[in-house]
């Protein structure tokens, strides 16, 4: 159910005009970024060509890494400065963890975490078995409620936030390649529509930020491309992990808006489309962002 106050006409213009009052222009930093990991060097695609569908619009996708600041960009080069490492070895413990009701851990099936290596890259993905569109968080609710028997997490709880950046870390450097046809493309479809739509008082939609003004300096912070590949991330702002969930919810927020639930049917189809923008981007795992 729609739950956004749904408008058109010329306040738009009048409301994005004062949101951005005071703004200057900085373009994505020339820079490239190889993380010094334990198993070595990982290089990250973070500028690429854009994916055909937005060819018209962009000349090249950027990594929302390229909008950061040095210290902020620099926290990430190195796994050992990383913050969201923290989080990381959280999420190893719980895969380790007997936490089932019949002693059952995310090893006990799945072995190790690297079996999960590639999962991130496609995902939000349709589920062959139910034609559902699911994101990372349906599959570990599932095994958290059919194979371990538990209640399930909250979609942008502690524990779910700490499983994902383990698992998003095992696709680190590999391409985004989310699938936009077949069973996905009506939910792809509604992702778009979303996306463009404005919302709000401020009547601002996604495109009004990530695509009409990315390079904008709006007060301190640098208006990137909008672009997920890094996520989970870790935010400085909120000294802890956030999910593409959690920052859909905080950015539709932002336009004043009552929002749609973290994990319904309607941010999952918007993730879809957001992460389709940057099909050809590394996964960082798990960034740092401001």
């Known amino acids: 159910m729609l739950r956004f106050t749904k408008t058109k006409g010329t306040l738009a213009a009048t409301a994005l005009g004062l949101a951005l009052a005071g703004a200057a222009f900085a373009d994505p930093v020339e820079d490239e970024l190889v993380i010094e990991a334990e198993e070595g060097q990982v290089e990250i695609v973070t500028k690429t060509a854009p994916p055909a569908f937005l060819a018209d619009t962009f000349d090249a996708i950027y990594s929302g890494w390229h909008f950061r600041d040095d210290t902020t960009r620099d926290l990430e080069r190195d796994d050992f400065d990383n913050p969201a490492m923290v989080f990381v070895d959280r999420g190893l413990d719980k895969w380790n963890a007997a936490m089932g009701t019949g002693g059952e851990s995310c090893a006990s099936c799945h072995q190790g975490p690297e079996s999960m290596a590639g999962l991130r890259a496609v995902m939000p993905r349709v589920d062959e078995k139910t034609g559902k569109l699911m ?5 570990v609710n599932a095994c958290v409620t059919e194979r371990m028997g538990l209640e399930k997490w909250g979609v942008t709880s502690e524990n779910m936030k700490d499983m994902l950046s383990l698992i998003s870390l095992q696709s680190r450097g590999m391409a985004v390649n989310v699938k936009i046809d077949g069973p996905a493309a009506p939910y792809w479809e509604h992702g778009k529509e979303i996306y463009y739509t404005r919302y709000g008082q401020l009547e601002m939609s996604c495109a ?15 208006l990137s491309q909008g672009q997920v590949n890094g996520f989970p ?4 702002k909120d000294s802890g992990m956030v999910t593409a ?3 859909f919810v905080g950015c539709v927020r932002d336009t004043r808006a009552e929002t749609f639930k973290a994990g319904s049917d309607d941010f999952k189809a918007l993730e879809l489309y957001v992460a389709s923008r940057g099909n050809g981007l590394s996964v960082e795992g798990v960034s740092v962002r401001h």
């Open 245 to 247: 969930q959690q920052r």
């Open 208 to 222: 009004n930020c990530h695509e009409d003004n990315n390079g904008q300096m709006i007060r301190a912070d640098h």
């Open 135 to 139: 994101i990372m968080e349906d599959y």
């Open 233 to 236: 991330t870790y935010r400085l």
